[in-house]
């Protein structure tokens, strides 16, 4: 697996964490950890930043997941790496806005390792 | 009497469901078993609460209250780290854990999965206080046990889908 940059955007510092362990749970090789507490923090990052992986929440205070999502892509901030949603929301509804925002894959809360993985591999791979 | 048969029913429903998103949420994230039990979760000096509110299709609250030990446990487990005590971070994992059981709970039901909101997490902890929720009609509670560890999960409603 390649090294990579990731973006994880959570407003819970426990999550966060959570996250960057299920990641490298599922094998992948985190060069480096960048951690933002909302989506307007994660834009200021990414304006400065180049990553290969992006993995967000939805709810979150100031300005939410798909919000931040849609101005990633409007700014052309994410720069083609991958978004995961990772969220409590389980509506198709949900999952449809957050796919229309620009995301390439969504996670439910709760999740194992083993479903992170197969979720975010194959959006790692090589064409 | 029908009346009062089919809210039974619907109680009894509504319990199977959150203790499957109990269940669900200590496996995955945890790798441990959480299974109700009649035990009522004994008073501790110092507890910890944390609230979820629910808006929409169903309006109410879940509050997930416990002792200090069962906090850090759930902490420890979800993080990989033990905190030294009663911290920001033992009160956030409290937080997450009660909004991933609610998130679960409400996403059994397509009506609530689609039509029910999630507040962020809001948790109090300390030795006296007590939580009190205006306009509940109904009231679901139930105690649950992983390893050594009580807690106490309430749901109120004030309508419910």
């Known amino acids: 697996m390649p090294e990579l940059t990731v973006l994880i955007v959570d407003d ?4 966060r964490k959570i996250v960057e362990r299920a990641l490298r749970q599922a094998g992948l090789d985190l060069t480096r950890v960048i951690e933002a507490g909302s989506g307007r923090e ?10 290969q992986l992006i993995v ?11 919000e931040f999502l849609r101005q990633a892509q409007s700014q052309s901030l994410a720069q083609g790496a991958p978004v995961v949603m990772i969220t409590t929301e389980s509506g198709e509804e949900h999952v449809r806005e957050a796919l229309k925002a620009g995301a390439q894959g969504y996670i439910r809360k709760p999740f194992t390792p083993d479903q992170v993985r197969d979720h975010v591999l194959p959006l790692l791979s090589p064409a | 009497m029908i009346a009062v048969a089919a809210r ?30 009649d035990d009522s979760v004994v008073p501790e000096r110092e507890t910890i609460s944390a609230v979820i509110g629910l808006a929409g299709a169903l309006s109410g609250s879940m509050v997930l ?11 420890e487990r979800l993080t990989g780290m033990a905190p030294d005590g009663l911290n920001a971070m033992v009160c956030d994992a409290v937080g997450e854990v009660c909004n ?28 006296s206080y007590e939580l009190f929720s205006q306009r509940a009609p109904l009231r679901m509670e139930r105690s649950y046990r992983f390893a050594d560890c009580l ?3 309430t749901l109120f409603c004030e309508s419910c889908a």
């Open chain 2, 151 to 153: 807690f106490g999960i």
């Open chain 2, 100 to 127: 991933m059981i609610a998130g679960a709970w409400k996403g059994v039901d397509p009506l609530l999965a689609s039509g029910c909101l999630l507040s962020t997490p809001t948790v109090v902890a300390g030795s």
């Open chain 1, 12 to 15: 819970s510092s426990v999550m």
């Open chain 1, 42 to 51: 994660a834009l200021t990052i990414l304006a400065r930043e180049r990553v």
């Open chain 1, 56 to 66: 967000s929440d939805i709810n979150m205070p100031v300005m939410d997941g798909l």
């Open chain 2, 65 to 75: 209250h416990g002792g200090i030990c069962a906090a850090i446990s759930m902490t």
């Open chain 2, 8 to 37: 039974a029913e619907e109680a009894g429903r509504r319990e199977a469901q959150l203790d499957r998103a109990v269940h669900e949420v200590f496996s995955a994230m945890m790798a441990v078993d959480c299974l109700p039990v």
